[in-house]
């Protein structure tokens, strides 16, 4: 059975930091693609930082230079590191794991509210 949890959510200040982790069990991690995406109220799901199973990285312009995301591949587990919080990071943030057509999972997603 595939589970990615997300952790590390909650409330952040603006110009603070989060870091988000997506713990993944279930597959093998290294060969998979995995992204982080983000829904705020009102709006459509959206992209926010990919890392493929090679290494590159990808991010949302919305993002590109406050957001770093990584992962380690001996302990099953992405991260997103969110530097210079704004209000309008605020949304549920989602893992997803990607390898091929058919295979796409995705986490329960953690809330990240940024507010002062």
């Known amino acids: 059975q595939v589970q990615l949890v997300e952790s590390g959510g909650g409330l952040g200040q603006p110009g603070g930091s989060l870091r988000l982790s997506c713990a993944a069990s279930?597959?093998?991690?290294?060969?998979?693609?995995m992204g982080w995406y983000r829904r705020a109220p009102g709006k459509q799901r959206e992209l926010v930082a990919v890392?493929?199973?090679?290494?590159?990285?990808n991010y949302a312009d919305l993002v590109k230079g406050r957001f770093t995301i990584s992962r380690d591949n001996d302990k099953n587990t992405m991260y997103l590191q969110m530097n210079s919080l704004k209000p309008e990071d605020t949304a549920v943030y989602y893992c997803?794991?990607?390898?091929?057509?058919?295979?796409?999972?995705w986490g329960q997603g953690t809330q990240v509210t940024v507010s002062s």
């Open positions: 890392s493929n199973s090679g290494g590159t990285t």
């Open positions: 279930g597959i093998i991690f290294s060969v998979y693609d």
């Open positions: 997803n794991a990607h390898l091929g057509i058919r295979m796409n999972y």
